[in-house]
């Protein structure tokens, strides 16, 4: 059974950081892609960071230079680094592990809260 599961959700303030971690299980990275989305209240789920297994890396421009995406292949983990976090980053952020075709797998999300 696959299971993603993320943590690192929290309260800041603006300006602060946090890191989101997402832990997999029952598969591993090979050939596909990880991604963090995230929504806010009364939103629809926005895609906020890919990275493939070749490592290329993609961003939506609103957090570009803030945000950074990495994953551990060893840990069949991925984390979202966030930085310089504004109020309109507070949303529940969510681990997605895909591979067109094949499968596509949620986490059950983490809070972030980013007071001004």
């Known amino acids: 059974q696959v299971q993603l599961v993320e943590s690192g959700g929290g309260l800041v303030q603006a300006g602060g950081s946090l890191r989101l971690s997402c832990d997999s299980s029952?598969?591993?990275?090979?050939?596909?892609?990880m991604a963090w989305y995230r929504q806010a209240p009364g939103k629809q789920r926005e895609l906020v960071a890919t990275?493939?297994?070749?490592?290329?890396?993609n961003y939506v421009d609103s957090v570009k230079g803030r945000f950074s995406i990495s994953r551990d292949k060893a840990k069949n983990t991925a984390y979202l680094q966030m930085n310089s976090l504004k109020p309109e980053d507070t949303a529940v952020y969510y681990c997605?592990?895909?591979?067109?075709?094949?499968?596509?797998?949620w986490g059950q999300g983490t809070q972030v809260i980013v007071s001004s």
């Open positions: 997605n592990l895909n591979r067109p075709g094949w499968y596509n797998y």
């Open positions: 990275i493939t297994n070749g490592e290329s890396t």
């Open positions: 029952g598969i591993g990275f090979g050939f596909n892609t």
